[in-house]
């Protein structure tokens, strides 16, 4: 039971990012757990407030592995809406449940135990961190351990499914239109320039770049598609997804607005930059003004990889299945390290459909799963 109650004590830390409280008493749980097993751990802060756990075993052998994971968590939404007190980390029949449970303190959980049980039976060096902000885009930390470290290989244990091998991401282009206009009363609009009307014929041109074909590599087709849900959102994953999200205008219903705006996130493939993208966008705009919010490059570590591969036999021979190898519509801390051209995997317990759900759970079986594949990866692999 030590993995699940593991799991149960790490939820318990209400690690909610934002506002991202609740930090340091976590980070003082993972450093302590390992002093407890004779390794000694450091905590630091590249920016103030935001303390990562560090932990090595030094053995100086010129490869170097490192395992990634993250403590915060996204907020819980209406909690009368769980079952369970979502910071309980209750343990019932074969699961736990909790904020975080699938995403990922379940993952870090089996990264904990792992690297106490084979870090001294490795002539390699192996470096557990432990961050405090991927849940909002990882820029207070796993961007700086990118910057400071060039392991041969990082595993980042975000629930990709113990079955399943998550090997890259689509690319982010989040940008904000803006529109100005002219203020009139809204009884003569046409003495006015309403800028919500800018905006709406905006978006239903830049709607169209989702319809563009995107010329996707062909060793990245099958994983791009071996876990869509439905044919519904085969689009969305092979194509530029298309989402409005936030739109803003306008002071009164009889006044013409002379000011709107509005966000629009939009997840790039494989095949395309982010820097085209964007001059796409500019292409099909005519009344606003673009400004980007956060953009991203579409990464992945290549399917043929021999770190993936050797991740597959193991998986293969360790739990009887055939894993699926995949990419993924969302952004992990991963696009750091493979900006470096570092390989990147992303393998852990959970499934993506539980992530930031109510009554998120994780079950026994993912756990162990999960643990008994890395421990025997770790241990065979150089």
């Known amino acids: 039971m030590e993995l699940e109650e593991l799991t149960s004590k790490l939820i318990q830390f209400p690690t909610v990012n934002p506002p991202g409280e609740k930090l340091s008493e976590c980070a003082s749980f993972i450093k302590d757990y390992f002093l407890s097993y004779g390794y000694s751990a450091n905590i630091i802060e590249f920016e103030k407030g935001w303390p990562i756990v560090i932990v090595e075993n030094k053995k100086k052998s ?4 490192m395992l990634n994971g993250h403590y915060d968590v996204v907020p819980t939404g209406d909690k009368n809406k769980w079952k369970y007190d979502p910071f309980s980390g209750k343990i019932l029949e074969d699961k736990v449940y909790g904020r975080g449970s699938t995403d990922m303190k379940g993952g870090l959980a089996v990264f904990m135990k792992v690297f106490v049980d084979v870090a001294d039976k490795i002539d390699y060096d192996l470096i557990f961190v432990a961050v405090p902000d991927e849940e909002s885009g990882g820029e207070k930390g796993s961007k700086y351990l990118a910057e400071r470290y060039s392991p041969n290989l990082v595993l980042i244990s975000e629930p990709s499914g113990s079955d399943s091998i998550n090997i890259g991401e689509k690319g982010l282009l989040q940008v904000k239109l803006v529109a100005n206009g002219k203020v009139a009363h809204g009884s003569l609009p046409s003495l006015g320039d309403n800028a919500i009307m800018k905006i709406v014929r905006d978006l239903i041109q830049l709607e169209k770049i ?3 074909e995107i010329k996707i590599p062909e060793n990245l087709l099958e994983p791009m598609i071996s876990r869509i849900p439905s044919e519904i959102v085969k689009d969305d994953v092979l194509r530029i997804s298309f989402n409005p999200g936030v739109i803003k205008g306008g002071v009164k219903v009889n006044v013409v ?4 705006e509005v966000e629009v996130d939009m997840r790039i493939p494989p095949g395309i930059t982010s820097s085209e993208a964007l001059k796409l966008v500019k292409s099909l705009i005519k009344y606003s003004s673009v400004i980007p919010i956060d953009i991203s490059e579409p990464n992945y570590t290549s399917p043929d990889n021999e770190f993936i591969i050797k991740l597959e036999n193991i998986i293969k021979e360790e739990l009887k299945i055939s894993p699926k190898k995949y990419i993924i519509t969302g952004a992990t ?6 900006y470096k051209g570092i390989p990147t995997i992303i393998y852990g317990p959970g499934e993506l459909g539980l992530a930031h759900s109510y009554d998120e759970f994780i079950t026994f079986k993912e756990l162990r799963n999960s643990y008994a594949v890395i421990k025997r990866y770790l241990l065979t692999l150089f």
């Open 257 to 260: 607005p002379d000011y709107a």
């Open 210 to 212: 989702k319809d563009i």
């Open 333 to 338: 801390d991963g696009r750091y390290f493979r």
């Open 62 to 65: 010129g490869n170097t592995v």
